[in-house]
């Protein structure tokens, strides 16, 4: 292997430590079945209750019987595979750009470092809307739709059976998290209804330099609920809230992986957190990961629930656009940039 490329190299306090560490609590597994089969009021009980730990514990958690059938998903990992294994040619037929972000791409940066990836982006509802651009003012929307390789012939078909799939559990788990804070099921249902979802296809190719590069440096998910499949490679680490450590997910077959993201945080205010998280590569195996990023609608402006805040424990967070806040964050995905990037932390209320 020649030079490695400086783009990829990490800050040496975010360099992964590779040796396996030994884990003594783990992110909860929570067995769905009991919720999704006539439901028995005292199981679903136990359930939410669970779920409402883990959120404010992790901010992440698995969920197994989850009622998201396995055929979809096996046929959406062996597109993936075929895709990613195909000509660059093919793939840069479909490759994305700043006026249309949805499609195939291979030099995203998380926090200004070049991630160790491809990956392949597609909306769940096509065509959505977002803002035309960053600036605060500029009220034009622009119109979002997919592209589709031609190769494979099954690409679009599998793809797009398997959004539907996992869109049902996504809506689930939000009714879940919902009641979990003591609010009706659908209290959030509406938010979504022009929802921005979009699903993506990671492929993080075996790395020659593992211990230097990510797959995707250390960030935190700023929609709404993340919604992952990842194979049994492994690499996500989460960062444990209660001493900062980075602790692996086990893979767990057939598993999702799910975890709530800044808008949850915001909405929540702060009850559960969005929880920071990273990609190891390793140097022999490739890996495949598929996430769900469930996001409202671009005109949704996000703030603490009026339910949840009081004067004991008023809003931590000013309310923002998160049309506007999506188009700020994905001008870095395409450039290095000076500055940081717009994070949820800017929109945060001073404590005194
Ligand atoms: O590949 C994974 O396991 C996680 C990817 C991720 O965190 C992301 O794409 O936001
Ligand atoms: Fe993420």
Known sequence: ??????????????????????????????DLSTVLNPPDHNTTQQIITRIGAACETWGFFQVVNHGVPADPRRKVAAVAKQFFDGSSEEKRKVKRDEVNPMGYYE??????????????????????????????????LKILTNQWPH??????????????????????LLELISMS????????????????TFLRLNHYPPCPFPHLALG???????????????????????RRKSDREWIPVKPTTDAYIINVGDIIQVWSNEKYESVEH??????????????????????TMVKPLEELVNEKNPAKYR???????????SRSDFKKRDVENIQIYHFRVSDN
């Open 1 to 30: 292997m020649g030079e490695v490329d400086p783009a990829f190299v990490q800050a040496i306090e975010h360099r992964p430590r590779l040796e396996p560490i030994e884990v003594a609590d783990d992110i909860p597994v929570i």
């Open 107 to 140: 030099s995203e940066h998380t926090k200004n470092v070049r991630d160790w990836k491809e990956v392949f982006d597609f909306l769940v509802h096509d065509p959505s809307q977002i803002p035309a651009s960053h600036e605060p003012d500029d009220k034009e």
């Open 319 to 329: 309310e923002y656009n998160w049309g506007k806040f999506m188009a700020t964050r």
């Open 278 to 299: 990273r990609v190891v590569v390793n140097s022999t195996k490739e890996r495949f990961s598929i996430p769900f990023f469930f996001n409202p609608a671009n005109y």
């Open 181 to 196: 804070l003591g609010l009706s099921a659908n209290r959030l249902n509406g938010y979504f209804k022009d929802q921005t």
């Open 151 to 172: 190769f494979p012939t099954d690409f679009r078909e599998a793809c797009e059976d398997y959004a539907r799939e996992v869109e049902k559990l996504a809506y689930k």
């Open 216 to 238: 995707v440096g250390h960030h935190k998910d700023a929609g709404g609920l993340t919604v992952l499949a990842q194979d049994d490679v492994g690499g996500l680490e989460v």
